[in-house]
């Protein structure tokens, strides 16, 4: 994917490269107490600098990779509304989706529409054979976008978190 392309989700909705121009949308969607208790690495309060030092993140990895792997969740009518990584790339075998959407956009199947063509894209692209997300067990609606999604769910294992309670591993196989 080059840094002008863009993975298409639906007929409204899309993930494209992060850019300097977000920061505000991004500031202000991340800068709420409901989205930093259902993110493990998001701070609260989420200022311009968490922005730029993710951007930062996201530029290094793409030039790790040679391709993005951090992405804006983008609306044709609001412009980005959530974000969408892949995080620890193991060309081959596996990936960890990390996402986020704000809070205005909850409850609308948007999310459920992203992880599926996401995940679709890393097997195909990557040619991997597990794809995992950390879900904390008390956020209900991500466990219900996996739980939606068409890949088989397999065992779900504890682990711990240095930031927060704890998380709920879901593993996804092909």
């Not at 596996?94 to 097997?123: C, H, N, S």
């Not at 939606?148 to 196989?173: D, E, H, P, V, Y």
């Amino acid at each position: 994917m080059s840094s002008g392309s863009r993975i298409q989700v639906n007929e409204q909705v899309w993930l494209s490269v992060l850019k300097a121009a977000d920061k505000a949308q991004c500031v202000c969607l991340l800068n709420d107490r409901d989205m930093y208790e259902r993110l493990l690495r998001v701070p609260h309060p989420y200022r311009d600098a968490d922005f730029e030092q993710f951007l930062t993140i996201a530029a290094e990895a793409t030039r790790k990779h040679g391709h993005p792997v951090h992405f804006a969740i983008r609306h044709e009518a609001h412009g980005l509304i959530g974000g969408f990584g892949f995080e620890g790339l193991c060309f081959g075998h596996r990936v960890e989706l990390g996402y986020w959407l704000g809070k205005p956009y909850w409850g609308q199947g948007i999310m459920t529409d992203v992880v599926r063509v996401a995940a679709e894209f890393a097997f195909e692209q990557w040619n991997l054979v597990r794809i995992t997300a950390r879900v904390f067990p008390s956020n209900m609606p991500p466990l219900a976008c996996w739980k939606r999604t068409a890949f088989n769910s397999k065992a779900c294992s504890r682990s711990g978190c240095a930031s927060k309670a704890s998380s709920l591993m879901r593993n996804c196989t092909r």
